[in-house]
């Protein structure tokens, strides 16, 4: 198909197979190997988006990442709609379909283009000035306005599709960059056997290589140089070669994150892997050849289609076969534009070019174009651009020793290179936190003190000439791998060397004309001025005032001329300023790349206990309690919690409930001292305590607050079996082996989590023993055998059991200790052993209500990290005898002795069927004024249907002083009175526990 | 009698999942099957460390050793985990009592705390990086490799018992969903072009 | 992400491990000795220096046990890890800032 400024021959380009993708709705035609600008530039097309603030036309700046412009949303399909991305860098294939942004109601024809008119407005810190007042016009007004016209692209509405990989790896030397620089350091790497990881963003690695047609490198070609020492490299087993990937966050000690783009250029029929895989790399070395960004120029209507930097318009000519225009300007400080502009001369293109520099300070360059027939204008200045959608001619003058202009003059183009020097890219260097230099001599800053293992090679650091970058790379390379070889190249001279330039020296009044410094975010050289002005002079709140730099693009092509114009303006040199901080990512990073698999179920763990899916199949709901999912409560015939929650409740005082405790922490502390170091953990003496009988334990922190609690049974003389909290049981194992390890090496006790190793089967209510009789083997079941808090081992249904005679609900209870392979085979037995029995399976809920109406604290609720044992009314198990033990220091503090702490209570409201909100406040008088006096809160609000009425638990200054006296609690409509009494509601005298 | 009752009737928590031998990267993902296990904690004196099942406690940490039945994997100074045949569970415990007669220590059955999965194949290091930030190369993680560390957001202990790509992912049971899945997208993950 | 050198499982990542403050803050033999400024000292009081500073770290995920750390807060690097219970073999003191190119420079160099 036509495309009209598809060069005749040349590219890189693959001419037998055509593509075709959409733009705007319109078929675009191109090759494979293409990306979408260099596509649209072969079809004529530059209008590809509208800026950011002022709804100026905009083009293709750039051939490569640094691309400030063209950003256009790419659709892949349902779900696959990404905004924002560089035309530059994506690469071109059937089936996309792209759109510009950030216009209505076309690209053509855009009515937020009257910004550009109200552009005086528009100043610097425009939105700090003009959004203030009056305040309430914020919400309503300002930012939903500021959102609907300054929108960079629009987020795609439906869940992505696609699945990201993730890859941790490890490597001797990693090399980011795989051009000149890069190829020679991997080169020199891989012949020592280290693993190497090379790394590079384009989907071809060669770098510059990739359009220096002209090179000679050791006698050879470049392009043949590249093949074969890409074919070199490919056949190393200790080199992984990563095309497509672009590494964005230098992390500590050498961690390195890279995405991959693994399937987006495919078909999408034919993609069989993720969509992308991030690579965490950890590397011995790491060889920064992360090359260098062209630097615009800074001259009035610097932004009009059709304006590219001087080395993209060669790109676009070498690599793609595409001419960017017919009658050809480039306007430059320095000779490497010379390059691009014989290039194109040698494509048969029409070229002037306009050189700042007088004759005399230009290099060799300057005879070499002339000979290829390009008009070259010395001394000369850019004042301005001609066109609105497309570049039609440059405005140049000649300018004096003085800075003076003389007469303007028109060159009619269709199309500006432009190149103001080069900035080497140093982002990864300063996100690894080394130090830059300023360099005078090529005006730039680079790379000097590094704080970790890695080096810079060829442009990265300003070594721009071919042959030099060949020998740099190389030795960095080796140097990266332990070796000191070095190697000579014999390549082309490259054209160097240029004439800093902040601003195109101009005739032109400068507050009235707009010179591009930054183009996503449409920042001026004046704005910038208007800022240092306006008192800013640190180059960080200059950034942010006006924007410069805070792009996607994060200033690639911006930061130099911003940081000269502000240096400028104090009249400073360049170091002075100093840079902003470079940060992660290096370019936009999906959010996929991010996640990838800790999605969906792999998200977090999905912690379930083996009688999961029972439960599930008995219609439990569940809850999430750490990471675990426990059942909630098991409703019958459309039963709401509520109601689900009073049967369970009834059902388990009045007959046998059955819940899955299985999530509880359980630890084996075995050894000679286990007993000691029990006593030195625990506030409860642990000496004398039986083996087959258990004790509540009750854990503190140093700091005198209730840690962990949880049932304890004695196994054996130097054997506990310890329980503890669901959420808390890995807390508890690492308080343990930190004390263990750290005060108390010299006691003899070993610890073991056995949490998954015993799924607990509680078993709860007067009928419990009746279930549990034909079931259990070996075990006197009888109430004097087997007492009150007493553990039996022997076997239920065959199964070898510990079985705790222990209760969370003041009911006669079991728990059943089986191996967890066997629990729900036990599980079932004993459910249907209690068939008879009316046996009831009930879930967090209701043992939440049962433990509460016994006044049972649970930590976590009743406890907030500032409770102690007291303040809970558990002192009372501290023995007097016992010296020490962890947190018993700090009982004695002054806070904690001190009068008025709050205690825990329960409250009864007047209304009974008024059930409080937890976490609602206490008030002792409601006509206070505000803010008043709060002397707790509700830590446990339940209905409960064994007492009949609401009950609540709560913590309140000086609760236990004011037994019986009435308090006022919050209510979502005010207040409502309570009566404070003690925290057992149900079964008071404790009788039945022992049935 | 009823002991091996019970034991051939474990139901293991991935005992439904299967998944055939996917296409593409050649990584086999397979839950094992009912083990014996158990950690042991032990303080060894200096010279005479006693062997359990003829596999030395002083080896170095970290490592990994095997008669083909038992193997016994060092995790760290004082730690051991310790594998073998469902079977012989109880006679395994039994004599590893006597062997550490002496020795303060404690032996404690996880068999059903702990669940296997192999992941077996060419690329299985590559699989297992998806979530193991370890260097899983020859040389940092030989054969006779074994060592706890993470799989994504679950802790495990990874053993490289032999030569061959095969691992042994051992995990908690309730997180064994997690693992399982986890290694499964993560076989995905290292499909597509350009496979390393 | 860091890379820290447990002393028995060699250089592991960061997640493996858990940070647990400030090193060689010892329990008193007989806490109830201490007086109230004292005890609030033990309890609450810890050192937050810019330069090295020794720490304790939890190799939790790896062989679980304590060990620790001398890290420089300002670069994250580490002059060296040692057991529980022992003085560090460096002679590098708490507060030192470090040069830009100390022997001590990378973690992952040597």
Redesign the interface.
């Given at each position: 198909m036509a495309q009209p400024f598809r060069l005749s021959r040349g590219g890189r380009v693959d001419r037998t197979r055509p593509i075709v993708f959409e733009f705007n709705g319109k078929p675009v035609h191109g090759y494979a190997g293409d990306t979408v600008a260099s596509a649209l530039l072969a079809n004529g097309i530059h209008l590809v988006g509208r800026s950011f603030k002022y709804h100026r036309p905009r083009g293709i700046l750039s051939h490569g990442p640094d691309e400030p412009s063209a950003l256009l949303s790419v659709d892949r399909g349902p779900g696959r709609i990404d905004p924002n991305n560089r035309a530059s860098v994506v690469e071109a294939r059937s089936g996309l379909r792209t759109t510009s942004q950030n216009h209505w109601p076309s690209l053509d024809f855009d009515v937020g283009a009257v910004n550009d008119l109200l552009s005086p407005v528009f100043v610097a810190g425009f939105y700090y000035k003009t959004f203030m007042w009056p305040r309430k016009f914020w919400d309503r007004v300002y930012e939903p306005f500021i959102r609907a016209a300054a929108g960079l692209g629009k987020a795609p509405t439906e869940a992505d599709p696609d699945?990201?990989?993730?890859?941790?790896?490890?490597c001797d030397v990693l090399i980011v960059g795989a051009g000149p620089a890069g190829l020679a350091a991997a080169l020199a790497a891989a012949r020592t056997g280290k693993?190497v990881i090379l790394a590079d963003e384009g989907p071809e690695p060669g770098g510059s290589l990739l359009h220096d047609t002209t090179a000679q490198i050791d006698g050879r070609p470049a392009a043949t140089w590249l093949a074969e020492t890409l074919a070199d490299l490919d056949g190393r087993e200790n080199v992984?070669l990563?095309?497509r990937t672009t590494a964005f966050g230098y992390?500590?000690?050498?961690?390195v994150a890279m995405t991959?783009r693994?399937?987006d250029h495919?078909p999408s029929s034919a993609?069989?892997?993720?969509r992308e895989?991030l690579w965490?790399v950890?590397?011995?070395?790491v060889v920064l050849a992360g090359g260098s960004h062209e630097r615009p120029l800074v001259f009035a209507d610097n932004d009009r289609p059709g304006i590219l930097l001087a080395e993209s318009v060669r790109v676009f000519i070498n690599r793609y076969g595409v001419a960017p225009g017919r009658k050809l300007v480039f306007a430059t400080s320095g000779a490497s534009a010379y390059q691009a502009a014989i290039d194109a001369r040698d494509a048969g293109l029409d070229v002037t070019l306009v050189d700042l520099r007088l004759e005399a300070d230009c290099g060799p360059e300057l005879a070499q174009l002339r000979a290829a027939g390009a008009d070259v204008l010395t001394g000369h200045t850019v004042v301005g651009s001609k066109g609105r959608k497309r570049v039609t001619g440059l405005i140049v003058a000649p300018v004096g020793s003085d800075g003076r202009c003389g007469g303007r003059r028109i060159l009619p183009c269709d199309c500006v290179g432009m190149s103001g020097g080069w900035t080497p890219a140093v982002h990864l260097f300063s996100q690894s936190?080394g130090?830059l230099r300023y360099d005078e001599s090529i005006d730039a800053f680079v790379p000097s003190?590094?704080?970790?293992?890695e080096r810079s090679a060829g442009a990265a650091r300003g070594t721009y000439d071919l042959a030099a970058c060949l020998a740099d790379g190389f030795a960095a390379g080796a140097a990266a791998a332990g070796s000191d070889a070095r190697q000579d190249f014999t390549a082309t001279a490259t054209f160097t060397g240029f004439q800093p330039v902040r601003i195109m020296p101009t005739d032109a009044n400068p507050t009235k004309v707009r010179a591009f410094v930054d183009y996503q975010n449409d920042v001026t050289a004046k704005d910038i001025k208007l800022a240092v002005r306006e008192g800013f002079q640190s180059i960080e709140h200059v950034k942010r005032y006006t924007t410069t730099g805070m792009a996607t693009d994060q200033g690639k092509t911006s930061n130099m001329n911003a940081l000269g114009i502000v240096a400028g303006q104090l009249d400073k040199a360049l170091p002075a300023v100093g840079t902003t901080t470079f940060r992660p990512p290096y370019t936009p990073v999906t959010f996929g790349a991010l996640v990838?698999?800790?999605r969906h179920?792999?998200f977090?763990?999905?912690?379930?206990?083996?009688i999961h899916e029972w439960a599930e199949a008995h219609g439990a709901l569940f809850e999430n309690v750490a990471?675990?999912r426990r059942a909630w409560y098991f409703p019958k015939n459309g039963e709401d919690l509520h109601a689900a929650v009073a049967r369970e409740c009834k059902a388990v005082r009045e007959g046998v409930g059955i819940f899955d405790a299985s999530t509880l922490g359980k630890i084996?502390i075995?050894?000679?001292d286990a007993a000691e170091f029990m006593n030195r953990l625990y506030i409860n003496p642990w000496t004398k305590l039986a083996p087959g009988r258990c004790r509540y334990g009750l854990m503190l922190k140093?700091?005198g607050y209730i840690l962990d609690d949880g049932v304890v049974a004695r196994v054996s003389d130097e054997c506990f079996h310890v329980t503890t909290t669901t959420g808390g049981a890995a807390r508890v194992l690492?308080h343990m082996?930190?004390y263990l390890?750290?005060?108390w090496?010299e006691l003899?006790v070993?610890?073991?989590?056995?949490?998954?190793?015993?799924a607990v089967i509680a078993l709860q209510g007067p009928k419990a023993r009746a279930v549990i009789a034909p079931l259990v083997d070996g075990i006197d079941l009888s109430p004097e055998a087997f007492p009150h808090m007493a553990m039996r081992t022997g076997?239920i249904c065959?199964?070898p059991t510990r079985l705790f005679r222990v209760s969370f609900t003041g009911e006669l209870g079991f728990e059943i200790n089986v191996?967890?392979?066997?629990a729900?085979?036990v599980w079932e037995a004993v459910f249907e052993s209690g068939q008879a029995h009316g046996i009831t399976p009930y879930g967090t809920e209701t043992m939440h209500v049962l433990r509460a109406e016994k006044g049972y604290i649970i930590v976590g609720q009743e406890t907030d990290g500032t409770v102690t044992p007291d303040d809970v009314g558990m002192a009372g198990m501290i023995p007097k005898a016992k010296?020490?033990f962890v947190g018993?220091?700090?009982l004695?503090?002054?806070d904690v002795v001190a009068t008025g702490r709050k205690q825990l209570v329960g409250l009864m409201t007047d209304d009974p069927k008024l059930v409080l909100d937890e976490g609602a406040q206490i008030v002792a008088d409601t006509n206070q004024p505000i803010p008043m006096r709060m002397l707790g809160h509700v830590t446990s609000s339940y209905w409960s249907a064994n007492c009949g009425r609401s009950i609540a638990l709560a913590l309140v200054e000086g609760g236990r002083e004011r037994m019986n006296g009435q308090l006022f609690v919050t209510t979502p409509d005010g207040f409502t009175r309570v009566t404070v009494c003690e925290p057992v509601f149900f079964d008071v005298q404790g009788e039945r526990i022992n049935a | 009698m009823l002991e091996t009752r019970y034991r051939a009737a474990r139901a293991l928590p991935l005992g439904a999942q299967t998944r055939s031998a996917p296409t593409g990267s050649g990584v086999s993902v397979r839950p094992a099957g009912a083990e014996a296990r158990f950690s042991l904690r032990a303080r060894l004196a200096k010279g005479a460390a006693p062997k359990l099942a003829g596999l030395a406690l002083d080896a170095p940490i970290n490592t990994v050793g095997t008669d083909g039945e038992v193997w016994l994997a060092r995790l760290g100074p004082d730690e051991w985990l310790i594998g073998g045949p469902e079977a012989d569970a109880d006679l395994l415990q039994g004599r590893f009592h006597d062997a550490l007669a002496g020795v303060p220590h404690s032996l404690v059955d996880v068999s059903h705390r702990n669940v296997g999965i192999d992941v077996s194949g060419r690329q299985a290091a590559a699989v297992l990086n998806a979530g193991c930030p370890l260097d899983l190369s020859e040389t940092a993680f030989p054969p006779g490799s074994a060592t706890r560390t993470l799989l994504g957001k679950s802790e495990i202990v990874l053993i490289r018992a032999s030569a061959a790509p095969l691992y042994r992912v051992e995990c908690w049971r309730s997180f064994s969903t997690y693992v399982h899945g986890l290694l499964n997208e993560a076989v995905f993950g290292v499909e597509g072009p350009a496979a390393h | 992400m860091l890379l820290i050198a447990c002393p028995n499982c060699g250089k592991r990542p960061e997640t493996e491990f858990r940070c647990g403050g400030q090193a060689h803050i010892a329990r008193p033999a007989d806490p109830m000795a201490v007086d109230d400024g004292g005890w609030s000292e033990h309890l609450f009081v810890r050192a937050n220096p810019k330069g090295v500073h020794a720490e304790r770290w939890c190799h939790i995920h790896g062989c679980g046990r304590w060990f620790n750390a001398l890290r420089d807060t300002i670069s994250d690097r580490f002059v060296e890890t040692y057991p529980i219970g022992e003085q560090p073999k460096s002679g590098v003191k708490p507060g030192t800032i470090l040069g830009p190119n100390s022997a001590t420079q990378s973690e992952t160099r040597a």
């Open positions: 699945r990201y990989a993730n890859r941790h790896a490890h693993r992984i990563l095309p992390y500590n000690h050498n961690h991959e693994v399937s495919l993609t069989p892997g993720p895989r965490q950890r590397a011995g070395e936190r130090k003190i590094s704080a970790q293992a990838g698999p800790a179920a792999l977090d763990p999905i912690r379930t206990t083996p990471l675990w084996e075995v050894g000679r140093e700091d690492g082996e930190d390890q750290t005060e090496p003899e070993f610890l073991t989590s056995t949490t998954e190793q015993w076997t065959g199964v191996p967890a392979d066997h729900r085979a010296k020490d018993k220091r700090s004695a503090r002054p | - | -």
